[in-house]
């Protein structure tokens, strides 16, 4: 094979006992044909063979012309006119050529998605990042063509460099054949490059034994991310996860010093926050709405000066859990499909395993059982701030003393309240 000749030729070490092969769950992969010990070095491959920005810069043909391009591309876009101009180029380049013909001619990361598919997860974070990108490389791919296609036809001839041909920017492919691995949570990150030497190493992030395929880890990466940039998901991800985002507008009263003191906690006014199901309502989330919602009166007070980590007042937290929660139901309505809904369409076969349909269907059901934690976290501290009767947010607000669940202000409304609570109350405090 072209590609394993040149790589050997050049130096690539470990393609002895690798060797590609077609795997059920995971499409093509990297199989090993000797046992693996955890942390055996079992690829390495020069730095010559990399599609870097430096490379691009430094071919013979293109270099000099994308570097000049005004303003200056950005470094998804050189490596993909790089990856695209030796894709078209008929002759030379015989090694990465071969690398290229081997690149997977069709894609399923969200933005390959058609309408209906990408409907199923509408109201998403997936969604919403999704019609985002398309755009983005609408925008991106006419800026190039303006400054670089059409300035030089001969090097990028128009009908090898439309947009669908750039949106495979998708490739995420660094070196070749060590793009062939798949990726797995269950082994440790085991993929280095080193600067000094030059030269990318794989080691191995467990122990194989021969005839098992080889992973590598692509990170803590949540289902929504993981089908944007690669176009796959993993049932019961560890690291799934939704993300908020807050922000604060720049006419709120207070505004400056409000921004002082999300820095001072290490938060910036724009903020995103990953919830998870073990975690949906973080500690920093709760810290920023605080300030965020901070009156005059409070703004000097010790809790805020230890960064909000506890309660400001009944009142803030009163304010700050009930728009959470205002802001939970919204999120949850715009989803186009219930969790209910997706999950029969799953199980009836609807939505077929593996296809487009049924990864959509499962970041939707993923980030909306984690907004679903998440209010249902806020609603349970909103009960232990404002009175079970009456609504009030009272500093002196008494708990509930057989469940704790749920606080008075006095005793007239916990007795008015007992018949609606009572069940309730039995059953948390059994
Ligand atoms: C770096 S490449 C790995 C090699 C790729 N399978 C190939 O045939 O070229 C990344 C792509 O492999 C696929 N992939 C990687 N890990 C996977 C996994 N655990 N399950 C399903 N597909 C996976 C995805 O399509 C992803 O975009």
């Known amino acids: 094979?072209?590609?394993?000749?040149?790589?050997?030729?050049?130096?690539?070490?470990?393609?002895?006992?690798?060797q590609l092969e077609d795997f059920p769950d995971t499409g093509r992969g990297v199989k090993t044909l000797r046992s693996l010990k955890s942390h055996d070095v079992i690829l390495t491959v020069p730095g010559s063979f990399l599609w870097t920005v430096d490379a691009a810069f430094s071919d013979p043909v293109i270099g000099t012309v994308i570097r000049s391009v005004e303003p200056p591309l950005s470094v998804d876009d050189i490596l993909a006119v790089f990856l695209l101009f030796i894709k078209s180029c008929e002759t030379g380049y015989d090694g990465r050529r071969a690398h290229v013909e081997l690149l997977p001619t069709s894609y399923t990361a969200s933005i390959f998605f058609n309408d209906e598919e990408l409907e199923i997860c509408a109201g998403s974070s997936l969604y919403h990042l999704t019609q985002k990108l398309k755009l983005q490389i609408r925008d991106d791919y006419l800026k190039l063509l303006n400054n670089l296609?059409?300035?030089h036809p001969d090097l990028f001839p128009l009908e090898r460099f439309t947009q669908d041909d750039l949106s495979d920017k998708q490739f995420r492919c660094i070196a070749p054949f060590a793009d062939m691995l798949n990726h797995s949570f269950d082994v440790e990150l085991c993929h280095i490059y080193d600067p000094q030497l030059n030269r990318l190493q794989i080691l191995a992030g467990k122990d194989y034994k021969a005839g098992e395929q080889v992973f590598i880890n692509y990170g803590p990466v949540p289902n929504n991310r993981l089908l944007r940039l690669y176009g796959f998901i993993l049932l019961n991800n560890p690291h799934d996860s939704y993300d908020l985002v807050l922000t604060t507008h720049p006419q709120a009263p207070l505004y400056s010093q409000k921004v002082a003191l999300f820095?001072?906690?290490?938060?910036?006014?724009?903020?995103?926050?990953?919830?998870?199901?073990?975690?949906?309502?973080?500690?920093?989330?709760?810290?920023?709405?605080?300030?965020?919602r901070l009156s005059s009166s409070e703004i000097s007070t010790l809790a805020v000066r230890h960064g909000a980590k506890d309660r400001i007042s009944a009142r803030n937290e009163a304010e700050i859990l009930k728009a959470l929660d205002e802001a939970c139901e919204n999120l949850l309505a715009g989803f186009s499909a219930?969790?209910?809904?997706?999950?029969?369409?799953?199980?009836?076969?609807t939505y077929q395993k593996g296809s487009n349909?049924?990864?959509?269907?499962?970041?939707?059901?993923?980030?909306?059982?984690?907004?679903?934690?998440?209010?249902?976290?806020?609603?349970?501290?909103?009960a232990l701030v404002v009175c079970a009767n009456c609504g009030k947010a009272n500093e002196n607000n008494k708990r509930c003393g057989?469940?704790?669940?749920?606080?008075?202000?006095?005793?007239?409304?916990?007795?008015?309240?007992?018949?609606?609570?009572?069940?309730?109350?039995?059953?948390?405090?059994?």
């Open 1 to 18: 094979m072209k590609l394993q000749e040149w790589l050997v030729n050049g130096g690539v070490e470990g393609l002895s006992w690798l």
């Open 149 to 151: 296609i059409t300035k």
């Open 263 to 292: 820095e001072s906690i290490g938060l910036q006014v724009n903020s995103t926050f990953p919830l998870k199901l073990s975690d949906p309502l973080p500690l920093n989330v709760l810290q920023y709405l605080r300030i965020q």
């Open 338 to 349: 219930s969790i209910e809904e997706l999950e029969a369409k799953i199980t009836s076969g």
């Open 357 to 382: 349909a049924w990864a959509a269907a499962h970041v939707s059901i993923g980030e909306q059982k984690i907004l679903r934690a998440t209010l249902q976290k806020a609603k349970e501290l909103l």
């Open 402 to 430: 057989r469940c704790r669940k749920v606080v008075y202000c006095g005793i007239d409304c916990q007795k008015s309240h007992y018949k609606e609570h009572k069940v309730l109350c039995k059953a948390a405090g059994e």
